[in-house]
C-alpha cells in the first residue's frame, strides 16, 4: 500500500537505475563508500538495510541490551574507535570532525553542526545525544545514499539543486506527500531559490526520522495516526 508518506523503495538508499557503488571516502577503512565492507558482517557497510528501507531497531549499540562487542576484523569498528570519546560513543562535534577530515562530501560544502545534531537524532532512540557503533554504520549507509541521490541531480557539480529537482528526488526516495507539503519543504530549506547539499541531507534526515516515528504508531498502515501532545512534541522536536 502506498499512501502519505509510504510506499518508498528505500528511504536513505540509491533510487532506482542507481549503481550501488558509493563514492571513495577518503580515510575511510575498507573500501569505497557503498561499496562491500570486508568483514564478519559480509554485506554493504556491514549488512543492507531491511526491505522498506527502515532499519532495525534494539540490540547492537555499546552497553546496551548485552550485546556483544563488534568483532576486532570490522574495518569500521578500529574506524570509530579512533574518533569515539572515552564513552565509546560520538557527539555531533565528534561526528562533524569525522566527516570534514574523511572528505565524505567531497567538493560539496562540509556538514553544519546542526545537520551532524540531526542525523544523530535521527538513530538516537534512547535519547543519549550520541551516536554507538550500530547507528554509526548505519548512519553511513543512509549519506551514502543520499548523496548518490542528490549527485544524479547535480549534474554540472555545482554542489546545490534546483527546488524542482529536489521534487523529484523525494518523489523518488518514495516519500508520497502533498503539493502543499513539498513547497513547504522546498521554502523551508531552500537559500537563494537553491538547495545546497548540507539542507539536502538535512531535509532528508527528517523526512526519514519522522516517517519511522509515524510508522510505529501507525499498528494498521492506515496513514493515520492519534497524538497526545507530549509524544507529538517527543517526535518532532528531538529531530
Not at 39 to 52: C, I, L, S, V
Not at 160 to 178: C, D, F
Not at 202 to 223: I, P, S, W, Y
Request: hydrophobic share 35%.
Amino acid at each position: 500500500m502506498a499512501y502519505p508518506g509510504y510506499g518508498a523503495p528505500q528511504y536513505g538508499g540509491p533510487m532506482q537505475g542507481m549503481p550501488a557503488q558509493g563514492m571513495p571516502m577518503q580515510g575511510m577503512p575498507g573500501g569505497p563508500m557503498g561499496g562491500p565492507m570486508p568483514g564478519h558482517m559480509g554485506g554493504p557497510m556491514g549488512g543492507a538495510q531491511p526491505q522498506g528501507g527502515y532499519p532495525a531497531y534494539g540490540g547492537g549499540y555499546p552497553g546496551t541490551y548485552g550485546a556483544p562487542p563488534p568483532a576486532a576484523n570490522d574495518p569500521m569498528w578500529s574506524y570509530f574507535t579512533a574518533i569515539a570519546g572515552q564513552d565509546g560513543e560520538i557527539d555531533a562535534e565528534e561526528l562533524q570532525r569525522c566527516l570534514t577530515q574523511s572528505g565524505f562530501t567531497g567538493g560539496y560544502s562540509p556538514f553544519s553542526l546542526e545537520t551532524c545534531r540531526i542525523m544523530i537524532a535521527m538513530l538516537d532512540r534512547d535519547f543519549t545525544g550520541k551516536m554507538g557503533f550500530t547507528e554509526f554504520k548505519e548512519l553511513f549507509t543512509a549519506l551514502n545514499g543520499w548523496k548518490q541521490n542528490f549527485m544524479m541531480f547535480d549534474q554540472d557539480r555545482s554542489g546545490t539543486v534546483e527546488p524542482h529537482e529536489m521534487t523529484q528526488a523525494i518523489n523518488a526516495m518514495g516519500y508520497r506527500v502533498s503539493p502543499q507539503a513539498l513547497n513547504a519543504i522546498i521554502k523551508r530549506y531552500n537559500k537563494g531559490g537553491r538547495i545546497f547539499f548540507d539542507d539536502y541531507v538535512a531535509c532528508c534526515v527528517k523526512l526519514r526520522a519522522l516517517t519511522e516515528n509515524f510508522r510505529r504508531r501507525d499498528a494498521m498502515h492506515q496513514g493515520s495516526v492519534t497524538f497526545q501532545y507530549d509524544d507529538f512534541i517527543l517526535c518532532t522536536m528531538a529531530i
